[in-house]
């Protein structure tokens, strides 16, 4: 699967979005070792502490079907009716990425289909703590 096709899954991911509180909705592609692809998208919660990111539904999506090898995920947000913008992972996605995917390797894509950015996980978690830092 090329990077521009990856784009395009989370672009039908964020379809899927549930966002009645923030109206911004993102959709994620996850490409596994094996050349599956997981979606996911945001989910809220009036609540709010619940709500999910789409990189993580994507991940936890993957991961509870068996998959462990992870190559690359495409991201896209924007809006409710609006243009797609770039948008970061938050904080929390980055480490469950760290969890998962090898930092030098795994690759993020961030955009829209026409112009998107290709980052390492290294890049956007210098210094992230990982299941290495754990082994003695």
Known sequence: MTDLELMFEAAEARKAAYTPYSHFQVGAALLTAEGRVYRGCNIENAAYTPTNCAERTAIFKAV??????????????????EELTFTSPC??????????????TFRI????????????????????????????
């Open 109 to 136: 894509l961030l955009g829209t289909p026409e112009n998107f950015h290709v980052f390492t996980l290294k890049e956007m978690l210098p210094e992230g703590f990982g299941p290495l830092d754990l082994q003695a």
């Open 64 to 81: 509870s079907e068996g998959e462990r090898h992870f190559e690359t995920i495409a991201v896209v947000a924007g809006k409710e009716g």
């Open 91 to 104: 904080g929390v996605c980055r480490q469950v990425m760290m969890e998962f995917c090898d930092p030098e």
